[in-house]
């Protein structure tokens, strides 16, 4: 609990310099990761392949961008959270318990490393890599996807083999050396539920996480709203489509940052938007019948929004 107060508070352990987002701070078992020889390699990776040739200050990383997607997952899940607790203030004046808080504070670290990771596996010319049809050719044999996995249990990831391997097989693929080689027990965190909102995967969440998810939902829908709903055995998936939709999704962190990312270092200013601007109209959607969760806008965002899809 201490330690959820403290993080909540911002007691972070290191700060990393961005030129875009200016000072991100760490936590210990982040720096832990980032410090893996196999997310050091992104330092090496180029964002935008080539177009450093027509944009010569286009020679960022996908090291930072990383670390710059996860800055702004946890802007985006915070601002929620923040805008909710005002207007749930404006009604009625109640603070948080101490299990909302440890729930929050196990979501928003979730999100963190699920956007740290999210591009963990890319290669070298990023899409345009596995667009070129020997090396599509490749990744379609059959067998490829048992050998990326070969001595591992993959199932956990994925109850099916996929067809044809994607980048983001990759990505899953090192994340889980990653977190696997990192103390994510000193944080109270599970690998399987940071893997579980990476693209691609079908896990079942951790015992935690569902008790966690089901005090959120309980948070933001209403007590009723999870103790009444026939479905309540779906919330933690609800839960976790919302963190996966942060990540990846029509309004999410990686997109957020690669179009500031790029304009920054090309001097571009097509397709800029004001981030400040859609966090502070970003929402929590959810409708108890179905039951659903998600992010939704207000109408004074719609500006901002519409500069960020198009």
């Not at 969440?205 to 933001?220: G, L, N, V």
Request: net charge negative.
């Amino acid at each position: 609990m201490r330690r959820a107060v403290n993080d909540l508070l911002g007691a972070y352990d290191k700060l990393i310099m961005d030129p875009v987002h200016g000072g991100i701070p760490l936590y210990r078992h982040e720096i832990q990761v980032i410090d893996h020889p196999l997310f050091q390699r992104l330092r090496n990776i180029c964002q935008n392949d080539i177009l450093s040739l027509v944009f010569p200050g286009a020679t960022h990383s996908r090291f930072l961008h990383s670390i710059g997607v996860m800055h702004v997952g946890t802007r985006m899940f915070r601002s929620m959270i923040d805008a909710y607790l005002r207007e749930r203030q404006l009604s009625e004046q109640t603070d948080l318990s101490l299990s909302q808080l440890d729930a929050i504070d196990y979501l928003a670290k979730t999100i963190r490393l699920g956007c740290l990771l999210h591009d963990s596996g890319h290669s070298s010319f990023s899409h345009q890599f596995t667009q070129a049809r020997r090396i599509r050719e490749l990744m379609s044999r059959p067998g490829r996807f048992r050998d990326l996995w070969h001595g591992v249990d993959y199932s956990v990831y994925h109850p099916e083999e996929p067809d044809e391997l994607e980048h983001e097989h990759y990505s899953v693929r090192v994340a889980h050396d990653v977190l696997m080689a990192v103390d994510l027990e000193s944080a109270g965190l599970y690998a399987r539920d940071v893997i579980g909102i990476m693209e691609t995967t079908k896990v079942r969440p951790s015992e935690t996480f569902c008790r966690h998810a089901r005090t959120f939902w309980a948070f933001i829908a209403g007590e009723d709203a999870a103790a009444g709903s026939p479905l309540s055995d779906n919330i933690p998936g609800l839960v976790m489509d919302l963190l996966s939709s942060i990540v990846s999704g029509e309004i999410d962190a990686d997109r957020a940052d690669y179009m500031l990312r790029d304009g920054f270092h090309s001097s571009v200013t097509i397709g800029g938007f004001n981030l400040d601007h859609l966090l502070s109209n970003l929402r929590f959607g959810w409708d108890v019948s179905e039951p659903w969760l998600g992010l939704a806008i207000t109408q004074k965002g719609l500006g901002a929004l519409e500069d960020f899809v198009y």
